[in-house]
T-cell receptor, first 115, second 117 residues
Framework: AQKVTQAQTEISVVEKEDVTLDCVYE???????LFWYKQPPSGELVFLIR??????QNEISGRYSWNFQKSTSSFNFTITASQVVDSAVYFC????????????FGTGTRLTVIP | DTEVTQTPKHLVMGMTNKKSLKCEQH?????MYWYKQKAKKPPELMFV???????INESVPSRFSPECPNSSLLNLHLHALQPEDSALYLC????????????????FGPGTRLTVT
């Protein structure tokens, strides 16, 4: 069965600091997909990124970057120069090739950026 | 336009009431989803509709009854709920595309915060 672990329940950083959110996953499928979603206090889940299991290339999008390492089953998310608007709960999620409609979420990390 | 709308934003209902949650998208997506999210927990999948047909029901109690009248609309009918059903109910949609492509990425609405008294 699949499993997504976000060991950091809550993180607080001061504005402009860099912060890394950890995500470790387990799956028996050889083909799977990993996601990060942001949930601000308004409640809406905002799609940030998808990574396919066969694509280990890291990605950078503005202040956001993602480090996917199959060897350690990790898909970590770094925010550079954090801003107050980054305060939210961040979820890492996994879907498997079999049952690809089913997003299985980790427990989330609540990030607070202090001005 | 990557917007999924949900109404109402907040709903308070008694255990004997019947109410409905509504979700709408105009992105031409053919798959629509209901998720339930309890406080400080991750979202959990309840139902999936694909081309207006129920394709996944994650063993949800019958007091929750989904309906997909057309490809743009998804309803969740509520009847005889319990206080433990209080949660944020999230709707999402996606194309019915090849998994691992942007066509299969799910986009979420803002949710309906439900309180059962």
């Amino acid at each position: 069965a699949q499993k997504v672990t976000q060991a950091q329940t809550e993180i607080s950083v001061v504005e402009k600091e860099d912060v890394t959110l950890d995500c470790v996953y387990e799956t028996r499928d050889t083909t799977y997909y990993l996601f990060w979603y942001k949930q601000p206090p308004s409640g809406e889940l905002v799609f940030l990124i998808r990574r396919n299991s066969f694509d280990e290339q890291n990605e950078i999008s503005g202040r956001y970057s993602w480090n996917f390492q199959k060897s350690t089953s990790s898909f970590n998310f770094t925010i550079t120069a954090s801003q107050v608007v980054d305060s939210a709960v961040y979820f890492c999620a996994l879907s498997e090739q079999t049952g690809a409609n089913n997003l299985f979420f980790g427990t989330g990390t609540r990030l607070t950026v202090i001005p | 336009d990557t917007e999924v709308t949900q109404t109402p934003k907040h709903l308070v209902m008694g255990m004997t009431n019947k109410k409905s949650l509504k979700c709408e998208q105009h992105m031409g997506h053919r798959a629509m989803y209901w998720y339930k999210q309890k406080a400080k927990k991750p979202p959990e999948l309840m139902f999936v509709y694909s081309y207006e047909k129920l394709s996944i029901n994650e063993s949800v109690p019958s007091r929750f009854s989904p309906e997909c009248p057309n490809s743009s609309l998804l309803n969740l009918h509520l009847h005889a709920l319990q206080p433990e059903d209080s949660a944020l109910y999230l709707c999402a949609s996606s194309q019915e595309g090849v998994p691992g492509t942007s066509l299969a990425d799910q986009y979420f609405g803002p949710g309906t915060r439900l309180t059962v008294t």
